[in-house]
């Protein structure tokens, strides 16, 4: 008995690794095609370089990067790392997602709870890309991510008013505040906007170590950046790819580690 269980969570697990790696490849068709205001549904994906038009043997996630050595089948050049670290980071992140839900509940509240955080994941792996490489957090995501979670805590959850709904409004008013004091030097209504959905996502407490983690790994990354003299102090960086990695962390870790600062500061 003990050996099935283990057998069909493998098999499970590898099921979600190669959806993951399918998907992800979907998700790269929406990075690169929503902030150009593109149909993430309509027409054939091709070279970015020869505009060739990709066959299915070009498109397998993964494999075909590995196979094809990094290069465009018909033009040869060199094909950007986004695609396969794309694929790969949703199919690990779903793994991770059915690792850390708990499967000792009925299989309804199981399923419902495994679609929607693979939903989220995914729409964060979006918001990721978009803003560090088009410095965009499309709306259309955020709008898609915010109905589904709505729906998702009416389902599930009755205090969604008195939590999760609150700390996104606190937040987002928090980042709207900061928006106008530094004049959108330091983030923009993006990133206003997104600090709703993080809020409604994760609620309190875990939004407050969201918040934390975002500014702490920002303040980071940029003093290297300065430091290293690739950055002025002047210049900006996108924090969007910041607040979507916090929220992922926060998702999983985030009651975890509030315990844990709590313990640290004896409250």
Sequence with gaps: MHGNIILQMIITAVFLFL?????GSFLNVVIDRLPQGKSI????????????????????????????????????????????????ITAILFIIIFASINRFIDVSSYLTILIFHLVVISGLIVIF????????????????????????????????????????????????????????????????????????????????????LSFLTGALFSLILILS?????KATIPFGP???????VSLFYGQSLWRLFKGILGI
């Design 229 to 233: 003299g690739k950055k002025t102090i």
């Design 129 to 212: 890309f978009t803003d560090l490489k088009y410095r965009i957090i499309p709306d259309q995501i955020v709008l898609v991510l915010t109905v589904v979670t709505l729906f998702y805590h009416l389902l599930n959850r009755s205090h969604v008013w008195s939590n999760y709904l609150l700390s996104g409004l606190i937040m987002s008013a928090f980042l709207l505040m900061l928006l106008l004091i530094t004049r959108g030097r330091g983030m923009g209504l993006g990133d206003v906007k997104f600090a709703f959905l993080m809020g409604l996502i994760l609620g309190f407490p875990s939004i407050i170590i969201a918040f934390y």
């Design 242 to 248: 910041f607040l979507a990695v916090a929220t992922i």
């Design 41 to 88: 549904i309509r027409g054939r994906s091709y070279c970015d370089f020869c505009r060739h038009t990709l066959a299915w043997y070009d498109l397998i996630p993964l494999l075909s990067f590995i196979i094809l050595g990094r290069k465009c089948h018909y033009c040869q050049r060199s094909i950007s790392w986004q695609y396969p670290i794309v694929e790969f």
């Design 19 to 23: 959806l993951g790696l399918s998907i």
